[in-house]
């Protein structure tokens, strides 16, 4: 099969709806691929060609049939669409329709038909001519952008001027609004999954010769929000609304990232973010409330979050380059004041667009399975209770709840310390039953449960981060600092804790304070559990606020 790609972005490479282009031919390889036929691939970028507009002089139908008298590029235009199966036409919206450079190709299309009036009906207009060649089963899909926060609406003369010379229905589109985001590095996140629904759209037009309605629907759906992308697209001019004047750079930015803030996270608490962007010295406040964001310069709101930051470093941060959470680990920034802003980030800007993508994808994916710390605490907890109790027959009890935890807890991933657990549980179990004593079982339990914690601080993530990870973006955690050091320093306190717990039952034991041993063993994990609940909002906004680094 051969495609001719014509791009008639006045931009060429620089093109962004050639980035959808490029990606509905990345999907298309993949259908072919799948179905084993061959491809070749043409571009044609307009901007470097020469093509002069039409002069009108019916030359190519009287004197020459079939050849303009202009000679230039346009010869090997026909040629080539000739040639091709598949022709893609990309073009950006240029005051309602296609732009200048493109247009003069298309103008120019006159030696590929008949003078002679014709009577065919292909769907649109009164009147007709014939082709001069042989057109039929040539396919055509039309790729372009807007400036607009929808292409709805803003075709009407593109679709008009296609269903004149290809026929009304004879063309797929695939047009898109928001265009200008596709080059802003910042936004990559959500630009690129709106591409990768495009690849997709090749890949099914390539398997089937049409879009499916569930990716067409996809394609349609907007960016972001309007309210959130007219302000993006009015604070990207970089000029003043009130007073025509430019503004600086790190302004600009900061209007933008307030644009992003989601309103539907508002949570009843009215936030003031202040950006001072240290290697300026420009400090900018951020009004985050029910009815959306403003961005203040005066200094004069209390702010509840500051952020200090080179503006390098946070504008690095945006486009993906370095992960916010990785610079804040390594200080590269600090943060000062309300740090429950930080940890809910994704949640305040983004969009609303994005989270009904994302739960669209969810819907028709099946479940994840995470791993569950659950998992791991059933088997020991079942063991210390019912072996204290009755040696042999809390061990056979708690080998029975062993058998069933697979099943007890079968949405969840079973991970290497859920089944070293329950096999280091079931051998205590059964040296309890066959000994019928079940206080040294259950000491050696302490002192081993102790040592999985302490051990797992060997390796590439603290026991506790290999369940909690999945809060923190999966295996994106582990170049997060912060999360890194939180959670060992966690397993070294769990660990610490429990092998110092063997150590005082025995102690205890040996001298017949049983009593005062069920009081210890149970008050102290409590306590424990809750110095981890504030050590682990505590100490990331302790060293986010560079306490640690001031100190050293």
Known sequence: MKILLINGSPKGKGSNSLKLAYSFLEGFKDGCARKGEDLSIEELHVASMKIGACKGCFACWKKTPGICCIKDDMQAVIEKQLEADLILWSFPLYYFNVPGILKNLIDRQLPMSLPFMSARQNGCGSGSHDARYDMEGKRHVLISTCGFYSADGNYDSVLRMFDHFLGKGNYTTIFCGQGELFRVKELSARTDEYLAEVKRAGSEYAMTGEISEKTDE?????????????KMADASWGIS????????DDLVFTRQMAALYNKDAYDGKERVLEMHFTDLDHTYQIRLGKEGSEVVTDGR?????????????????????IGGAE??????????GDFS????????????????EAEKKSQNTVEQKIPSMTTMLIPWITFWIAVSMNAKAGAVITLLVIAAVPLIMRKHELIIWDQLSMAAVAILSAAANITGNGDIPTNIGYLIF???????CLTKEPLCAAYVKYNYGGERAHQNPLFMKTNGIL??????LYVLTAIWTFLLRKAGLGNVLLLVNNLIPVWMGLFTVWFEKWYPAWMAGGKAGRRR
Do not use: C
């Open 450 to 456: 102790g040592l999985f914690w302490l051990l797992s």
């Open 327 to 336: 610079a804040l680990g390594k200080q590269m920034y600090t943060v000062s």
């Open 491 to 496: 397993a070294m306190a769990w660990g610490s």
């Open 341 to 356: 802003l930080m940890i809910d980030w994704d949640k305040f800007f983004e969009s609303t667009a994005a989270v009904q």
């Open 218 to 230: 996809i394609l349609h759906t907007l960016l972001y929000p309007r309210d959130i992308f007219e």
């Open 241 to 248: 609304k009130t007073t025509g004047e430019k503004e600086p």
């Open 301 to 321: 709101l209390s702010s509840t979050t500051r952020i200090d930051t080179p503006f390098t470093v946070w504008s690095a941060i945006s486009r993906g380059e």
